[in-house]
């Protein structure tokens, strides 16, 4: 069986992604669980289904004979797009494959909260959307870029690695750069962003300093600027972004942060009781009492002011979880387990 129609197996048994590993089967995970799609695979079967994936991208594989790993995307036609990083893994060649659906999600589907659609009507600064890898992040950014597409006039650039959704033009325009296919890094890309007149830029992740800094820089100057991390929590992320910076320019950042900073919301999928997953959400806007705590930095306070906060505009993990287990949709057990604070949460459930 060759790689499309291992894809297309995967597909039909709602598998998010397949993986492609030496001496194991070729897996789909499935609602959380691993599905065997083959026999085990040898070195050599991999190499064939990784070449086979590269041909449907139309793309060299000079990058992962040279660097070790390589982001890419491809379509299958009455599948799905693909988004895959192939890598060198003890001297054979593996990867995961990730399927997007062709058309836009639906937030509504995806279980994406109206507050966090609500963002996507600020003008200005930073929105960062978080969660570990596979819980969402891209396909929330993805919302929100389309509502923005169809609510109003302007020029919106996303740079992404790879472009995972298409956006076609509606009542914005909408540049798509892939990097490094358009551009060899995100920071350039980004820097090349701010002479392209740009209203609201999309920067599929935060990965280093460089990069971070010219995202504060494209907020600072009047720009909506939404990116992702790969942190838990508003209060870990404020800290991810401040602990980038060397000592001695972090006070600084702070009060920078704290001036442009919008909104964090940080996502998670977790286990139901029916053996799917569902998308949890913590949402931070920023206010002034989280601009102060986050200017003196008391981050370690954060997580109380969200707690505590207006469901209007603040969104608790914990208190979604305990909404999720008292409704019977997960288990105390799971509930527990993805806690921001175990022990205040047994107690209210």
Known sequence: ???????????????????????????????????????????????????????????????????????????????SRFRCNAYNQRGTLAATCRAVTFGLPDPEAMGIPKLVMQLASLRNGMILVTGPAGSGKSTTMACMINQINHSREGHIITIEDPIEYLHHHEKSLVSQREVPNDSPTFERALRAALRQA??????????????????????????????????IGASKTVDRIIDTFPPEQQAQIRVQLSMILKAVVSQRLVPTVDGHQTAVFEVMTVNAAIQNLIRDGRTHQIDNAIFAGNNQEMLSMDNELARLCKAGRITRDVALSFAMNPETLQRRI
């Open 1 to 79: 069986m060759g790689l499309t129609e291992m894809l297309r197996d995967g597909i039909q048994q709602g598998g998010s992604d397949i993986f492609i590993i030496p001496g194991s089967p070729v897996m789909a995970k499935c609602h959380g669980k691993m599905v065997p799609l083959s026999e085990r695979i040898l070195p050599k079967d991999s190499e064939t289904l990784i070449q086979e994936a590269y041909a449907l991208a139309g793309r060299e594989m000079t990058i992962l004979t040279e660097d070790g790993d390589d982001d890419f995307s491809f379509a299958i036609r009455d599948v």
């Open 198 to 231: 740009p209203d609201v830029i999309m920067l599929g992740e935060m990965r280093d300093l460089e990069t971070i800094k010219t995202a504060i820089t494209a907020a600072e100057t009047g720009h909506l600027l939404v990116s992702s991390l790969h942190t």
